[in-house]
């Protein structure tokens, strides 16, 4: 069936570090890809979105790509700030799953000053 | 433009009882999903509704759970009676087509 692999968290970092959560899909049909992001006490939002392969989406200043041959859509940004602390969810919609999402496990970020 | 809402944000109830939460999906969604987390696990669809109609109840655990959603608007799932197992944060998300949902806060259910 189909399924989304996440990196397994917590992760810490430093503010400005770098930032790659790792999120890879099973290759049925042709999904769309999706990071949520789920921010203390609040529900989730989408973060950004791509619907065919080599497409990059971006919001925020986080980045994810959607590459084909590799199965993956890994989520980017260059310089995380202390509100960037959160729980970062990949999903994929469509291919045989059409309409409901599947879910990654949750990464949790937390990001010190 | 008003989103997703949910209600309760909240809900405590023993083993046994009936809960029934509430999802307000944003006007002019056809399309009205019931999703939940369990113990910090990944989030798992349970149903799809198309206006009224459920188009896929693929995820719904067992008999004791009960979605409608009348008219095509809100919607409502029932939990009776509730165990220990259905704790955890369900969340309703609407779209108007099947590719961007848009989630609401959620409600966190918890069964002594």
């Known amino acids: 069936g189909n399924s989304v692999t996440q990196m397994e968290g917590p992760v810490t970092l430093s503010e400005e570090a770098f930032l790659t959560i790792n999120c890879t899909y099973t290759?049925?049909?042709?999904?769309?890809l999706f990071w949520y992001v789920q921010y203390p006490g609040e529900g989730l939002q989408l973060l950004l979105k791509?619907?065919?392969?080599?497409d990059k989406g971006s919001n925020k200043g986080f980045e994810a790509t959607y590459r084909k041959e590799t199965t993956s859509f890994h989520l980017e940004k260059g310089s995380v700030q202390v509100s960037d602390s959160a729980v970062y969810f990949c999903?994929?919609?469509?291919?045989?799953?059409?309409?409901?999402?599947?879910f990654g496990q949750g990464t949790i970020l937390t990001v010190h000053p | 433009e008003a989103g997703v809402t949910q209600f309760p944000s909240h809900s405590v109830i023993e083993k046994g009882q009936t809960v029934t939460l509430r999802c307000d999906p944003i006007?002019?969604?056809?399309?009205l999903y019931w999703y939940r987390r369990v113990m910090g696990k990944e989030i798992k669809f349970l149903l799809h509704?198309?206006?009224?109609?459920?188009?896929?109840e693929s995820g719904m655990p067992n008999n004791r759970f009960l979605a409608e959603r009348t008219g095509g608007t809100y919607s409502t799932l029932k939990v009776q009676p509730a165990e220990l197992e259905d704790s955890g944060v369900y969340f309703c998300?609407?779209?108007?087509?099947?590719?961007?949902?848009?989630f609401g806060p959620g409600t966190r259910l918890t069964v002594l």
């Open positions: 999903a994929r919609a469509g291919g045989t799953s059409y309409g409901k999402l599947t």
């Open positions: 006007s002019g969604h056809d399309n």
């Open positions: 290759a049925t049909g042709y999904p769309s």
């Open positions: 791509a619907t065919k392969a080599d």
């Open positions: 509704f198309v206006k009224e109609s459920k188009q896929d």
């Open positions: 998300a609407s779209s108007q087509n099947t590719d961007t949902q848009y």
